[in-house]
């Protein structure tokens, strides 16, 4: 059983940051891949970032730049920074972990908002 626990959300002002955290329990494969999504209201969950096994990491265009994603193996845990925070990231941040190209796993979600 694998639990994903997203952290960090939010209200936060435009221009400002905040730093989600997303804690893997359970049995992991030694491979994985990392994401972050989000789904605004009435909208399509969406691709933000990922990390793959080797530590390469890419963005989608609307946030690169603003957003970092990291990790740290030995707790299994994955970070989203946030920067330079806009009205339009408002919406709930999913971690998502992938085993084996095969398996996925998704947390619960975690609120943003962006008020201006």
């Known amino acids: 059983q694998v639990h994903l626990v997203e952290s960090g959300g939010g209200l936060v002002q435009v221009g400002g940051s905040l730093r989600l955290s997303c804690v893997a329990s359970?049995?992991?494969?030694?491979?994985?891949?990392w994401g972050w999504y989000r789904q605004a209201p009435g909208k399509q969950r969406e691709w933000v970032a990922g990390?793959?096994?080797?530590?390469?990491?890419n963005y989608a265009y609307s946030v690169h730049g603003r957003f970092t994603i990291s990790r740290d193996s030995a707790k299994n845990t994955i970070y989203l920074q946030m920067n330079s925070l806009r009205p339009e990231d408002t919406a709930v941040y999913y971690c998502k972990l992938t085993r084996g190209g095969v398996y996925e796993h998704w947390g619960q979600g975690t609120q943003v908002t962006v008020s201006s």
């Open positions: 359970g049995s992991l494969s030694s491979i994985n891949v």
């Open positions: 990390i793959n096994a080797g530590g390469s990491a």
